[in-house]
């Protein structure tokens, strides 16, 4: 089947960058999309960002001119690159992988921790 590996998270000061990576590896290797979404405790599971197969790319506003995801296709690897990080960014950050077959968010990795103290 299908994974997805998350790593990258970790404790970063407000103001700090970190960069997480995302490699796809199974039976299904032609997604749609690959995206990040984050789930602080207590809140609902949001969108942070997503890319296309072709490069395009969408964000949360709430992460525009803070976030950059990017996607190594041939690698089946996605990143997200996150800089002037807030307190408000801690959450468990998740990849996902949207299949053309189905154009749903069917595939997720297991999470990774980032947590912003100020």
């Known amino acids: 089947q299908v994974q997805l590996v998350e790593s990258g998270g970790g404790l970063v000061q407000a103001g700090g960058s970190l960069r997480l990576s995302c490699v796809a590896s199974g039976i299904i290797f032609r997604f749609n999309s690959m995206g990040w979404y984050r789930q602080a405790p207590g809140k609902q599971r949001e969108q942070v960002a997503y890319i296309m197969s072709g490069g395009s790319t969408n964000y949360a506003d709430s992460v525009k001119g803070r976030f950059t995801i990017s996607r190594d296709n041939a690698k089946n690897t996605v990143y997200l690159q996150m800089t002037s990080l807030k307190p408000e960014d801690t959450a468990v950050y998740y990849c996902?992988?949207?299949?053309?077959?189905?154009?749903?968010?069917?595939?997720w990795g297991q999470g990774t921790q980032v947590t912003v103290s100020s």
């Open positions: 996902a992988a949207r299949p053309w077959t189905t154009s749903s968010w069917d595939y």
